[in-house]
């Protein structure tokens, strides 16, 4: 999957799962530039050639993102080919405890930066180019406990399907990848008990994505991909 020269944008870059998706896109030959949310980003991604790091961009605010995707290009270098959106939150607990607050931060965290990432990188996508972004299992699969997630998390997942058909005359294709747990060290640390070896693997599901982002996916769009290993 060749993405020479071509110029990606990854948000949650700084993440167990955007690292690992950074250092995938530019093993393919990409030009990667990430949005980091603070200085622990910056140090995940530290020593990684051909990556360009953005400081103190907030994804929720729509004058951050734009100014953003505006620097993205502003070296007058290659066109943005592609956007990836792995950045958002996680909230767990019955609904009779969680607060309106709760809810609200899971629909900017998950909704509105990707929404606000999809135009941004929409508006500069001339030529065509991918947009991949993060749902979850539970948006699939009802589950307990998850319900504020969830519903940011399904509210993505009709993003992704309505972007997709809105953008296929413009040659941009959309998709979203559904994780369940994946295998990291602050999930592990979470769930000591749980089966390790069922869930998948942040390289594994970094390889999905970047496919799904990569000119290679030539036909692929408005696709929900599950990507939940034996979990």
Do not use: Q
Not at 72 to 94: I, M, N, P, Q, Y
Not at 169 to 175: E, F
Not at 190 to 216: C, G, H, N, Q, Y
């Amino acid at each position: 999957m060749s993405l020479r020269d071509r110029r990606v944008v990854v948000t949650g870059g700084g993440g167990a799962l955007g690292v690992a998706v950074v250092r995938e896109l530019v093993s393919r030959g990409a030009s990667v530039r990430v949005p980091a949310h603070s200085e622990r980003d910056v140090e995940a991604l530290a020593g990684i050639e051909r990556v360009s790091i953005t400081p103190n961009v907030d994804l929720a605010d729509e004058a951050s993102v734009v100014a953003f995707y505006d620097g993205v290009g502003s070296d007058g270098g290659a066109e943005l080919w592609a956007s990836v959106h792995l950045a958002g939150g996680f909230v767990w607990g019955s609904i009779v405890d969680a607060t309106i607050a709760d809810l609200r931060r899971m629909l900017a965290m998950n909704v509105e930066s990707a929404w606000l990432c999809a135009r941004e990188a929409a508006r500069r996508m001339t030529k065509g180019g991918r947009i991949v972004n993060v749902t979850a299992k539970p948006a699939l699969v009802p589950a307990s406990n998850v319900a504020a997630y969830a519903a940011s998390k399904g509210a993505v997942s009709t993003l992704t399907t309505c972007l997709a058909e809105e953008l296929a005359p413009r040659g941009i294709w959309v998709n979203a990848v559904a994780p369940s747990i994946l295998d990291t060290p602050a999930n592990r640390t979470a769930m000591p008990d749980a089966d390790f070896d069922a869930w998948p693997k942040v390289d594994e599901v970094a390889r999905t994505i970047v496919f799904l982002a990569s000119p290679e996916n030539a036909v692929t769009r408005g696709a929900i991909v599950p990507v939940y290993g034996r979990s």
